[in-house]
């Protein structure tokens, strides 16, 4: 299946989605959650002055939104058809079953979508536009107050659900879960798409970190969906 080249395209991808998976799934629970503060994202393109936040590029933030998107969108279809799924992402794909609380889908989700797709997310939006990552460093400061809009309430909701089956099996994960911070996560991100970066010229050195970047990450993500029995 092609890929969304718009933040609207992207949005009703992430719907069809949803409609088309076990509401339990672990790769539904992540995706219904990225639709939400995808959906946010969107609003904040389309009409700043109600979402109450101001992008100073806009149209560069809706192509950083739709690359980003489509790793996890690419994620789905290689899932789909067969392929065997990127490292960075493979623990939620396999892990996706049973045995594990909501919220562990959800972080784990995050931890590979923002500490792997985001940086080759952002070094891919500035080759495109002709930009250096500073450049819009601000915008994607701007992104970090919108997910602090919804992040918490999110977040809350899972939590709640998983106190009320909080037992000496599933208090540690809770507690392994909570320890993860998505505005520290996307801090980091941007150091790597800062490295990623710099080692655009220098083919094998950048190809060697990417992929210990996507091993690496893909490791802390299992260690985030450790079963709960």
Not at 136 to 141: N, S
Not at 168 to 184: A, E, F, M, Q
Not at 215 to 227: D, E, Q, Y
Request: aromatic share 6%.
């Amino acid at each position: 299946m092609s890929l969304p080249k718009s933040v609207d395209g992207v949005i009703s991808r992430l719907r069809e989605i949803d409609a088309g998976l076990p509401a339990k799934d672990g790769v539904a629970v992540f995706n219904r959650m990225y639709l939400t503060v995808t959906e946010r994202v969107a609003a904040v393109i389309a009409d700043p002055a109600s979402a109450g936040t101001r992008f100073r590029d806009a149209e560069t933030m809706a192509s950083l939104d739709v690359g980003f998107a489509n790793h996890w969108l690419a994620a789905i279809d290689d899932d789909a058809a067969g392929r065997r799924v990127a490292p960075a992402w493979r623990p939620l794909f396999e892990s996706r079953g049973a045995r594990r609380l909501s919220i562990q889908y959800a972080v784990a989700g995050m931890n590979t979508h923002i500490e792997h797709d985001l940086p080759i997310a952002v070094v891919d939006t500035c080759r495109a536009g002709g930009l250096e990552p500073d450049d819009i460093h601000a915008d994607y400061e701007t992104v970090n107050d919108i997910l602090a809009q919804v992040e918490s309430s999110i977040r809350r909701s899972f939590l709640d659900a998983s106190g009320r089956a909080v037992d000496d099996r599933v208090g540690p994960v809770v507690h392994l879960i909570s320890t993860w911070k998505i505005d520290k996560a996307r801090d980091l991100a941007w150091v790597t798409a800062e490295t990623i970066w710099a080692l655009r010229r220098t083919r094998i050195l950048r190809g060697r970190f990417l992929d210990g970047l996507g091993h690496t990450v893909g490791m802390t993500s299992r260690a985030l969906l450790i079963p709960t029995d």
